[in-house]
């Protein structure tokens, strides 16, 4: 079965907003990872500068250094592990699950504590289990 030229070109256009989506926001997470560095190097160099001029004590310099050093690399680390192994291929903004560590939601469809929550809702906006859930000032026939 061939595909007619109007759907391959909806969903080429498509794909090419997924990819479009992926390189912009590829590049926005790429300039927050520069900024943080940009921002860590001028306060580096302004505490030196500060301790060369008898501000501040060589201790605490090196030690803020290597605690500002350990918290950007951890955010590097953590920020490329995500968009390496967690990050949806096609689509930025969508988390890949793998089947081995995911756990499904407590409250799942069809467990009796979920239905017991949604009746607690209903019941505290005044909505029955058969009535539908929205509630209009005036009744409508759209409602």
């Given amino acids: 079965m061939s595909r007619s030229p109007e759907k391959y070109n909806i969903e080429l256009a498509n794909r090419q907003i997924q990819v479009n989506e992926w390189a912009y926001n590829n590049k926005m997470d790429t300039l927050f990872v520069f ?3 940009f921002i860590t190097l001028m306060m580096v160099t302004i505490m030196l500068v500060l301790k060369g001029q008898g501000f501040l004590e060589n201790s605490f310099v090196w030690y ?4 500002l050093a350990v918290i ?8 490329s592990m ?3 192994n967690k990050r949806d291929k096609q689509s930025w903004s969508k988390k890949h699950f793998d089947g081995d560590n995911t756990q499904g939601s407590p409250l799942s469809r069809g467990d009796a504590s979920y239905q017991a ?3 607690s809702v209903r019941s505290e906006y005044g909505a029955s289990a058969d009535s539908p859930s929205c509630r209009c000032p005036k009744p409508a ?3």
């Fill in 82 to 84: 995500y968009t390496n």
């Fill in 72 to 79: 950007n690399v951890m955010i590097i680390i953590n920020r």
């Fill in 64 to 67: 803020s250094i290597g605690v």
């Fill in 117 to 119: 929550y949604i009746d």
């Fill in 141 to 143: 026939a759209n409602c």
């Fill in 35 to 37: 900024q943080l560095i």
